[in-house]
């Protein structure tokens, strides 16, 4: 395997100019636990929405900016027909050698901060209220949590994450529990949570606390407002 390449991710404090000006809200949770119902109503009240998996699609998508080095990195053998990232195989490959995952995020990781900052940058000239930053390893990685203004984690039982995913993804207990394996407990997740939703009801009780966050967000911005 060739060693891997070197490149230069944007400098992750270009999100400093942008704080005190707009609210930088960090959402976090496992895999399965609800970001995504989360992100999609505060988007729906207005929210600008940047969203990690969203952005790791797109880079390891056919023509993505992550797979000239995918290819360098596993070989062209992970790179499918049509030029995007061969999803089944990697995980596959993941599963079998866990510490590969490492190796892919390596790549992947500073190219989705890059793509995070120029989204964010997007979306506050174009007056969204807030931002809020969808980022499933958001407690793992440890250099977001100084640019965020609160950290909002989505929380529920592992037991409830697991038949959420095996259902929503056709995939085994033994591969959702591997990659459960691979984040943060869901204690330490709590532990740097500002605020946490609840998710281990229907879809109404999650929407009363997503109105809530979306009112304590709206009033820290009036906050910001008022002192600037
Ligand atoms: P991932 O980390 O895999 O991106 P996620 O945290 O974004 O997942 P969602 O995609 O929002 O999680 O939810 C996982 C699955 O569980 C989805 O199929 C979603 O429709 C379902 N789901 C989420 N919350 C609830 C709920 N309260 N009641 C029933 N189903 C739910």
């Known amino acids: 395997m060739a ?4 490149h230069h991710p944007a400098d992750p404090t270009d999100l400093k100019a942008l704080k005190g000006r707009i609210p930088l ?5 496992g895999i399965g636990s609800g970001k995504t119902a989360v992100s999609d109503l505060l988007g729906q009240l207005g929210a600008g929405i940047i969203d990690s998996d969203v952005i790791a699609h ?4 056919s023509g993505g900016i992550a797979i000239p080095m995918i290819q360098e990195q596993f070989g062209a053998e992970f790179i499918d027909p049509s030029g995007a990232l061969n999803r089944g195989k990697m995980r596959a490959l993941i599963f079998e050698k866990p510490a590969l995952r490492k190796t892919l995020e390596h790549i992947t990781h500073p190219l989705i901060r890059q793509e995070s900052i120029k989204q964010a940058i997007k979306l506050a000239k174009a007056d ?3 931002l809020v930053f969808v980022i499933p390893l958001l407690i793992e990685s440890g250099s977001w949590q100084g640019l965020l203004d609160h950290i909002a984690v989505v929380d529920c ?3 409830i994450q697991i038949e959420r995913v095996m259902q929503r993804n056709q995939l085994t207990r033994a591969e959702v529990e591997s990659i459960l394996a691979a984040q943060a407990s869901r204690k330490e997740r709590l532990s740097q949570a500002n605020t946490i939703l609840h998710n281990d009801g229907d879809l109404m009780e999650l929407n009363t606390e997503i109105h809530n966050l979306h009112q304590k967000i709206m009033e ?3 906050n910001l407002a008022s002192s600037s």
């Open 220 to 222: 820290f911005k009036s």
């Open 58 to 61: 797109a880079i390891t998508a």
């Open 25 to 29: 809200l960090g959402l976090t949770g």
């Open 157 to 159: 039982p592992e037991s």
């Open 3 to 6: 060693s891997v390449p070197q």
């Open 128 to 130: 969204k209220p807030y």
